[in-house]
Every structure is written in structure tokens, then in C-alpha cells.
């Protein structure tokens, strides 16, 4: 497609449970980006990938919280052992980051809405 | 570490009348400064980008912003307001000799009234 899609787009779980969320960036994109919204605040960056390797992680929460970029392009995160505040939506981003002519735009996903019950 | 302060959370206007979303950032080295918008229940959109070069920069619907270094500010301008504009807006800053990663306000809600 055109755009970065990410699946699901609402997720529901329960307290405890292990979640994955999908991101397939735009096309020729190296850097891959996932940031977390709460509810009336501004995206909270959590890691960013370019190509196969993690190049920040900084911002991941703790250790119940995990990125895969195996071959490059699709991007898995994944969430152990779910607690309530783990609800919010999760949005994955590209961009040409590291490319000539790069200058920092990042093209973002609808977004994929995670509910621990 | 860079950070963005949006100092409003909310901007109200009446439709016509010229709109300022203030921004002001903190870089150890040289911004790029970003303005993304976000409607009701979608992703961001990238508006507008401050890299180099002149301060005052045109983006997507009729949107400007002004780069003030000694200010350290980057307010979101718009001559005349439209209903259609009232979304949440977010503005975010690289660092350039940091790690690629933008780093986002809090966000401002624009609400224009007819």
C-alpha cells in the first residue's frame, strides 16, 4: 500500500495476557518508528529501527516490551503480561532516515488501539 | 535532551480570523522542528518542517511557522481559520546531532467556531 498500515486496529485483552501489534512501513522506508498515545497526551516515542537493528531503544517502558524488525520492513511489537496501563494507541511511523536527502519526516499509521481489561 | 512545550492546551478562534499554536523547543544542537496535525481517531499528519534557511516556512493548508532561534520558539500560524482546521496539533523536535527520533509536545486542541 500507499501508506504505513498497522493491524489490529482495536485491541482488546485482558490484565496478563501477551499482545502483538503489526506495522508495515511505506516501501523503501529504512526507519521504523513506534511511539505510544494516551489519552489527551502527545506520542511517547518507545524505539526506533533502522533496518534489521534496534538503533534507540530508550523509550521502551520496561521489559515486558519488545520490537522485532527480522527482515527490515515489517515490524512486530510485543507486550508481555498486560497491565490496564498499557491501554492507549500505539503508532508506528517511516521514513527515509538514514538516506540521502533525508531531513527528519515521518509518515505515521492510523494507529493500532490496545484495551487491557 | 531535546523536548518540545506546547504552553496551551487549547486555542479557540472564530472562523476568518488569524490562528497562532505556540511551540517553544530545547536542542542541544541545531532543531529540525516539526508540526503534525491529528484528527479525530487518525494518525498524524505532517504539516510543515523548519531544516535551514529562511525562518518563516509554508506547509500544507494554508499553514505557515516562524523559526525564532533566540526565542527558541516555532509557532504554528494561519492567516484566516476555517472551521475544517479545528484538530489536535502537535509540534516535535530532532535534534540533529542526536538519534533520529522526534520527540512530540503534548499537543494543542484548535477549536474554530463559526
Known amino acids: 500500500g500507499a501508506g504505513v498500515s498497522q493491524t489490529p486496529s482495536n485491541k482488546v485483552t485482558e490484565k496478563g495476557k501477551y499482545v502483538e501489534l503489526r506495522c508495515d512501513p511505506i516501501?523503501?522506508?529504512?526507519?521504523l518508528y513506534w511511539y505510544r498515545q494516551s489519552l489527551g497526551q502527545g506520542p511517547e516515542f518507545l524505539i526506533y529501527?533502522?533496518?534489521?537493528?534496534?538503533?534507540?531503544d530508550s523509550g521502551l517502558p520496561n521489559d515486558r516490551f519488545f520490537a522485532v524488525r527480522p527482515e527490515g520492513s515489517v515490524s512486530t511489537l510485543k507486550i508481555q503480561r498486560t497491565e490496564r496501563g498499557d491501554s492507549a494507541v500505539y503508532l508506528c511511523?517511516?521514513?527515509?532516515?538514514?538516506?540521502?536527502?533525508?531531513?527528519?519526516?515521518?509518515?505515521f499509521g492510523e494507529g493500532s488501539r490496545l484495551t487491557v481489561l | 535532551a531535546q523536548s518540545v512545550a506546547q504552553p496551551e492546551d487549547q486555542v479557540n478562534v472564530a472562523e476568518g480570523n488569524p490562528l497562532t499554536v505556540k511551540c517553544t523547543y530545547s536542542?542541544?544542537?541545531?532543531?529540525?522542528l516539526f508540526w503534525y496535525v491529528q484528527y479525530p481517531n487518525r494518525g498524524l499528519q505532517f504539516l510543515l518542517k523548519y531544516i535551514t534557511g529562511d525562518n518563516l516556512v509554508k506547509g500544507s493548508y494554508g499553514f505557515e511557522a516562524e523559526f525564532n532561534k533566540s526565542q527558541t520558539s516555532f509557532h504554528l500560524k494561519k492567516p484566516s481559520a476555517l472551521v475544517s482546521d479545528s484538530a489536535l496539533y502537535f509540534c516535535?523536535?530532532?535534534?540533529?546531532?542526536?538519534?533520529?527520533?522526534?520527540?512530540f509536545g503534548t499537543g494543542t486542541r484548535l477549536q474554530v467556531f463559526p
Open positions: 536542542v542541544s544542537g541545531n532543531p529540525y
Open positions: 516501501s523503501g522506508h529504512t526507519a
Open positions: 529501527f533502522q533496518g534489521t537493528g534496534a538503533a534507540d
Open positions: 511511523a517511516s521514513s527515509l532516515g538514514g538516506t540521502s536527502g533525508y531531513t527528519g519526516e515521518l509518515f
Open positions: 516535535a523536535v530532532r535534534d540533529m546531532t542526536d538519534t533520529d527520533k522526534l520527540i
